[in-house]
């Protein structure tokens, strides 16, 4: 048999998407792939509905249907704090994931380096190796999540032509201050260097944290690459709706690379999501106040449960800390995978390892997530409750 690309076995499947199916293998509240248990706003499945009927059914334009794209201008403009081109500046994309693997493609070279900040959403290493870079790691340093400048600009001196920035942060929740993204956009002007952005949890920040679009910054307009979803904000998750926004020469080519990875996003999906893009600003509200009761209703169960955890500023994950389990001596040896898989089969909930997501030997996270009913959640804390007695047996 030919031999095989080299670069498909520097990285493993998604370990996120694994914990899930092994959650539905044992019927376990799937606490591990971030999507929600409840329905998108009605607006949008009464379009879609419509959408059946009356189509679109064919093509769209390859880089995304005209309405689509001028309602997302509209929407970024308010953002970014400027005037967004739908026409030369916006490419739609299938989900954040092919926009993040769009942009990469279309600025590195093989041989070049980027930035990557650890832990990291996974995805951002086998794109910087699928798109022939290879990825310097600058750790995010719990339980603060806070990063050394330096570092940064060792990873700039070494000849990095990128940085990947993900605000809010997953898997950390971490929300970067103003202060912080200067920094990074002053050593990108700097080094003359990218900025590729993951806003897909932009509506998703609690109070007093805020979070700023890395592109409204002065200069890094130019040198930024946003990349985005509508699968968060708006509980889609499986309609696959993404978009990457960049200055008009960066985006020329990125509508190549678009083209022949994808063609193009589905036709009535883009028809129907339009009707949410112009929502108006109650709706963002009315979201983040829904996602700041779950967030403290689940923190106050974890800590019913004697959990040690992080308090996310942002998205909808939490890290827990495993580490008095894994010290227990009838886990000695164990990993944070293998608790994960003995926590599906036996308490019934699933999570994600932690180091999936960082470069150092880190092995004492899990990450869950909130997106859920309260029901649901209240569910996952009973059972949570339960664990430490499991455990100790």
Not at 50 to 71: D, L, M, V, W
Not at 294 to 315: S, Y
Not at 323 to 346: H, K, S, V, Y
Request: proline share 6%; net charge negative; with cysteine.
């Amino acid at each position: 048999m030919p031999q095989l690309s080299r670069r498909v076995g520097t990285f493993t499947d998604s370990v996120i998407r694994r914990m899930t199916r092994i959650s539905d293998q044992y019927g376990a509240i799937n606490l591990s792939q971030g999507f929600p248990d409840f329905d998108p706003p009605k607006p949008l499945m009464d379009a879609l509905a419509k959408a059946a009927y009356e189509g679109p059914h064919q093509y769209s334009i390859t880089f995304g249907a005209k309405n689509f794209r001028q309602a997302l201008a509209k929407k970024q403009a308010k953002a970014i704090g400027r005037a967004i081109d739908p026409e030369t500046e916006i490419v739609v994309t299938c989900g954040a994931t092919e926009a993040m693997m769009c942009a990469m493609m279309t600025i590195c070279n093989p041989g070049d380096k980027v930035i990557v900040f650890s832990p990291f959403y996974e995805n951002y290493g086998a794109d910087a190796i699928l798109s022939g870079a290879d990825p310097i790691y600058v750790p995010l340093v719990p339980p603060e999540y806070q990063f050394d400048p330096a570092l940064i600009e060792d990873g700039f001196r070494q000849g990095a032509k990128a940085i990947i920035l993900c605000n809010p942060s997953n898997p950390c929740g971490k929300v970067f201050t103003r202060e912080e993204l200067v920094t990074i956009g002053e050593l990108a002007l700097k080094y003359d260097a990218f900025v590729v952005t993951d806003e897909v949890y932009e509506h998703m920040v609690y109070e007093p944290n805020v979070h700023i679009c890395m592109a409204s910054l002065p200069g890094m307009y130019e040198h930024t690459i946003t990349c985005n979803s509508l699968s968060k904000t708006f509980s889609i998750t499986g309609w696959r709706l993404g978009y990457l926004i960049g200055p008009a020469d960066v985006v020329e080519a990125a509508k190549k690379v678009h083209d022949f990875l994808t063609v193009g996003a589905a036709a009535p999906l883009q028809e129907a999501a339009a009707v949410g893009l112009r929502f108006d600003e109650s709706y963002y509200e009315e979201l983040r106040n829904l996602y700041t009761k779950k967030r403290d209703f689940f923190l106050k169960g974890l800590d019913e449960a004697g959990l040690t955890h992080n308090v996310p500023q942002g998205t909808y994950f939490v890290m827990v800390d495993i580490q008095e389990f894994l010290d227990l001596p009838q886990l000695a040896g164990w990993t944070d995978l293998q608790f994960c898989e003995w926590m599906i089969r036996n308490v019934g909930v699933a999570a994600v390892p932690g180091s999936s997501f960082f470069r150092e030997p880190v092995n004492h996270y899990i990450r869950f997530h909130f997106a859920r009913e309260e029901e649901t959640l209240s569910e996952v804390i009973r059972r949570l409750c339960k664990m430490r007695d499991l455990l100790e047996q």
